[in-house]
């Protein structure tokens, strides 16, 4: 759980409020194009450290899903126990992971897009690829806000059905 929170605070720590996408002035695209090399070697990074993340994510996300959030609701109905709440929020967890993938894929793609981008020739394009990308990001962060959400929910609910059957 202590990686998950440190690999959480990275991802939110990453994400940049985005500015308008409006026209730069002479001194942004200078500064743009004067800083190229150290934006895009710092863009290459966050996306190594994005991949990992990512991995992580994913199988921490699988793992709670395969190994308690799912067993337990299939034991529950094996033993006659009905808790609506567990499997909606196991419902929920499924829908939010899959459109976690979802995003994430399209965050990648908007970050590659960026990168690829040539910031020297055009910086005014590059600005605007990076805004989009920013936004891309704040989805996926507003998603693993989600799914850290749905996580302390189905322990808080896991623990009201403890004291219940005592």
Same mark, same amino acid.
């Given at each position: 759980?202590?990686?998950?929170?440190?690999?959480?605070? $990275?991802?939110?720590? *990453? =994400?940049?409020?985005?500015? +308008?996408?409006?026209? &730069?002035?002479?001194? /942004?695209?200078?500064?743009?194009?004067?800083?190229?090399?150290?934006?895009?070697?710092?863009?290459?990074?966050?996306?190594?450290?994005?991949?990992?993340?990512?991995?992580?994510?994913?199988?921490?996300?699988?793992?709670?899903?395969?190994?308690?959030?799912?067993? $337990?609701?299939?034991? *529950? =109905?094996?033993?006659?126990? +009905?808790?609506?709440? &567990?499997?909606?929020? /196991?419902?929920?967890?499924?829908?939010?992971?899959?459109?976690?993938?979802?995003?994430?894929?399209?965050?990648?793609?908007?970050?590659?897009?960026?990168?690829?981008?040539?910031?020297?020739?055009?910086?005014?394009?590059?600005?605007?690829?990076?805004?989009?990308?920013?936004?891309?990001?704040?989805?996926?962060?507003?998603?693993?806000?989600?799914?850290?959400?749905?996580?302390?929910?189905?322990?808080?609910?896991?623990?009201?059905?403890?004291?219940?059957?005592?």
């Amino acid at each position: 759980m202590r990686k998950f929170a440190i690999f959480s605070a $990275l991802v939110l720590s *990453l =994400v940049s409020v985005p500015v +308008s996408a409006a026209e &730069l002035t002479s001194s /942004q695209k200078t500064s743009i194009v004067d800083n190229c090399s150290a934006i895009k070697d710092s863009l290459r990074a966050v996306q190594r450290e994005d991949s990992r993340i990512r991995v992580y994510l994913g199988r921490y996300y699988e793992s709670i899903l395969t190994k308690f959030v799912t067993p $337990l609701n299939v034991r *529950l =109905v094996e033993n006659s126990i +009905s808790d609506t709440s &567990l499997i909606a929020n /196991q419902e929920q967890f499924v829908d939010r992971r899959t459109v976690f993938i979802s995003d994430y894929i399209v965050y990648q793609q908007a970050l590659e897009d960026l990168v690829s981008t040539d910031c020297k020739s055009e910086p005014q394009k590059f600005y605007d690829k990076l805004e989009i990308t920013r936004e891309k990001r704040e989805t996926v962060n507003q998603d693993v806000a989600k799914m850290s959400e749905l996580t302390n929910r189905q322990v808080k609910l896991v623990t009201k059905l403890k004291d219940e059957l005592k």
